[in-house]
């Protein structure tokens, strides 16, 4: 059981799919401007991240690695993504209208978000369990939603503050996201 706890926490604080591994800049960046925006591309990552990893590991246990079919894992877990971020996106349209419009270019980028591939890339390669990969999934994506709901409220209070005019706009934010990644690696400390 405390196996289990740690890779939540380990994936969620100490290696940051955001802040540690610098996966998933994009949106990330481009999302965190207004803290409601954030918060929804942040459901539908972990959405998207958790329901990813358990497919993944079910497709790569029972299809991919017992057929020798090892290489096409990364276009199999790609289109399985795909299929994923279709489903949120039609979900978002249907009823929430609002957050769908505010998300934009942002929620089909999910599909190319390299942060939910490299999720379950990585659980491969570490050799999870079903229910290990579905954790490190969840404890990803609970991650990116912290960093990008946290990055959008640094960003409404940037804006309100009186900043030299090389500062403003995309300076500062990146120097916010520099900060915050600074302050992440105080989670190393953590890992046993």
């Known amino acids: 059981m ?3 706890i740690l890779i939540i926490i380990g994936s969620a604080l100490i290696n940051n799919v955001v802040l ?7 949106s ?3 999302v965190s401007k207004q803290i ?3 918060a929804s591309l942040g459901g539908a990552v972990i959405f998207v991240i958790t329901i990813a990893s358990a497919v993944a590991n079910l497709l790569y246990t029972f299809l991919l690695a017992p057929y020798g079919l090892d290489y096409m894992k990364t276009i199999v877990f790609i289109l399985v993504i795909a299929a994923l971020v279709q489903i949120v996106e039609m979900f978002l349209k249907k009823t929430s209208p ?5 998300l934009g270019i942002f929620l089909p980028l999910i599909t190319t978000n390299c942060a939910v591939l490299g999720v379950a890339l990585t659980n491969v390669q570490n050799e999870y369990n079903f229910i290990e990969s579905v954790l490190a999934g969840f404890g990803t994506a609970v991650g990116f939603t912290l960093a ?3 990055l959008a409220s640094i ?4 804006v309100e503050k009186d900043l030299p005019a090389p500062f403003r706009g995309a300076p500062i934010v990146l120097i916010a996201a520099a900060l915050m990644s ?3 690696m105080g989670f190393s400390q953590l890992s046993l």
């Open 2 to 4: 405390s196996n289990l």
């Open 20 to 26: 540690n591994q610098f996966l998933g800049i994009c």
């Open 28 to 30: 990330f960046l481009g």
């Open 36 to 38: 409601k925006a954030s």
């Open 98 to 102: 609002g957050i769908y419009k505010s």
């Open 148 to 150: 990008i709901v946290l």
């Open 155 to 158: 960003r409404t209070r940037i």
């Open 182 to 184: 600074i302050a992440f």
